[in-house]
């Protein structure tokens, strides 16, 4: 069974920093595709950064390219978010997953991919 735990979120400044963290517990985690996603007030649960398991390449929303940097270490069993330059917009409930099925060839970015989820760190962007 794989477990995901998200950590690092908080109250943050406009145009401030945070890094998220996600620590995965299960077998050939190397082995999976991640994501981070967010879930605003009222709002569905939406696709920010994504990356292969080979770390080969990663993909990112739009709203987030430039800004959020999503990366892993595979030996730790971690992935991590940075964000930078963070908007009152950012503010949500963020997510890290992991894809269903190994050695991936594309990044999905919609939820029914992937099949195991962390509970969720809450961001706060705010002055």
């Known amino acids: 069974q794989v477990q995901l735990v998200e950590s690092g979120g908080g109250l943050v400044q406009p145009g401030g920093s945070l890094r998220l963290s996600c620590v995965a517990s299960?077998?050939?985690?190397?082995?999976?595709?991640v994501g981070w996603f967010r879930q605003a007030p009222g709002k569905e649960r939406e696709f920010v950064a994504g990356?292969?398991?080979?770390?080969?390449?990663?993909v990112y929303a739009d709203s987030v390219k430039g800004r959020f940097t999503i990366s892993r270490d595979n030996a730790k069993n971690m992935v991590y978010l940075q964000m930078n330059s963070l908007k009152p917009e950012d503010t949500a409930v963020y997510y890290c997953?992991?894809?269903?099925?190994?050695?991936?060839?594309?990044?999905?970015?919609?939820?029914?991919?992937?099949?195991?989820w962390g509970q969720g760190t809450q961001v706060t962007v705010s002055s």
């Open positions: 997953a992991q894809d269903r099925d190994r050695f991936k060839t594309l990044i999905a970015t919609t939820e029914e991919k992937y099949n195991y």
């Open positions: 299960g077998p050939m985690f190397s082995n999976y595709n």
């Open positions: 990356q292969m398991w080979s770390r080969s390449s990663a």
